[in-house]
């Protein structure tokens, strides 16, 4: 469902970025509770905080702290959590002007953190699943070097942008398969467009439990699944047990850093954009890309939220080198 006849740019200047992000931009308000509720049970929230997020910004950001040229494609409601959100946006380094607001609730999440870290996210709003992608933002896109997707944007957006990166001229790819089937359903990417995405895309990244929702199979053997729908070059994430790269017939495994993680939140998200730089746009081997990347996520981690522990290159060969073997 899209109502982009109705919406209008959150900014006036028409960008020219090196990559697109599109996907969602959000509240989260964070619940540190006693215990993660079983169905039909309770917990108490010891703390309630709020900070702002959602996969789309997220990666945006993260990409532009590393000096990367980035727009955020994204749709807000016209209401007070779409003026909060706007305004973080604003003042950080990403361009607002393929944003658009219009009629519906500013998407915003819930999120229930446990004592041991573990988590539960509920996802809100109407305003993403209401994104469009109309004629002033296409040739934006079209433009761009790259333009970064995640599976939350809805099928009808999805499955255009796949088919302008698929163009001879197209920009390159990175797609985000970011959530399970069955909580993308009705929401977010559709199966069909997933397998023309793998097809498509120049970096195609999948956490294990998205993983085997799509693929049907354990996450161990995603590469190969991915390999055989056709996929060129991708990343499957095992949080912290690290994440796998592969490229043509190669595979290189990336160790995650052991750091005192203040909040994990994010740090997927965080991942993905460092890696987008340095192996999609940096030209970087897989080996160095994945360790540039793993580095972002464990820094990500330091701090609380999805967005303010993200770095810039300096702290990224900073904690490199102190890590280094």
């Known amino acids: 469902m899209s109502d982009a006849v109705d919406d209008v740019p959150a900014a006036d200047a028409a960008p020219n970025p090196d990559l697109v992000a599109v996907g969602a931009a959000t509240v989260d308000r964070f619940y540190d509770v006693t215990n993660l509720p079983a169905p039909d049970g309770g917990a108490f929230a010891r703390e309630a905080t709020e900070r ?38 604003d003042a950080g380094p990403v361009s607002t002007a393929l944003i658009r607001r219009g ?3 500013t998407t915003h999440c819930v999120i229930l953190r446990g004592p041991e870290g573990e988590r539960m996210i509920v996802t809100a709003g109407d305003s993403t699943v209401r994104l469009g992608l109309d004629d002033s933002a296409r040739p934006t896109v079209r433009a761009a070097d790259a333009v970064f997707v995640t ?22 790819l990175a797609f985000d398969l970011s959530g399970p089937i069955e909580e993308l359903r009705d ?28 693929l049907d199979r354990p996450a161990d053997e995603a590469v190969d699944a991915l390999r055989d729908r056709g ?17 043509a017939d190669e595979r ?22 460092a890696l987008t730089e340095r192996w999609l746009l940096g030209g970087v081997d897989a080996d160095e890309a994945g360790r540039f990347a793993a580095a972002a996520a464990a820094l990500n981690c330091r701090a609380e939220g999805a967005r303010e522990g993200l770095p810039d290159r300096e702290a990224v060969s900073a904690f490199l080198a102190e890590r280094a073997d």
């Open 103 to 105: 009629p519906g609730t």
């Open 231 to 247: 996929c060129s070059r991708g990343a499957v994430t095992f949080g912290t047990d690290g994440a796998t790269l592969f490229e």
């Open 52 to 89: 702002f997020g959602g996969v789309g910004a997220n990666v945006a950001t993260g990409l532009a702290d590393l000096d990367r040229d980035t727009a955020l494609l994204a749709r807000l409601g016209d209401d007070d959590l779409g003026d909060r959100v706007l305004a973080d946006l």
């Open 252 to 273: 290189t495994d990336i160790r995650a850093f052991d750091v005192d993680a203040v909040d994990t939140t994010g740090a997927g998200d965080a991942f993905t954009a």
């Open 187 to 214: 929401r977010g990417t559709e199966p069909a467009t997933i397998d023309r995405a793998v097809e498509v895309a120049d970096l195609f990244v999948t956490a294990e439990v998205a993983a085997e929702s799509y």
């Open 151 to 172: 599976a939350y944007v809805p099928d009808s957006v999805t499955g255009e942008i796949v088919e302008i990166a698929a163009e001879p001229d197209g920009p390159a």
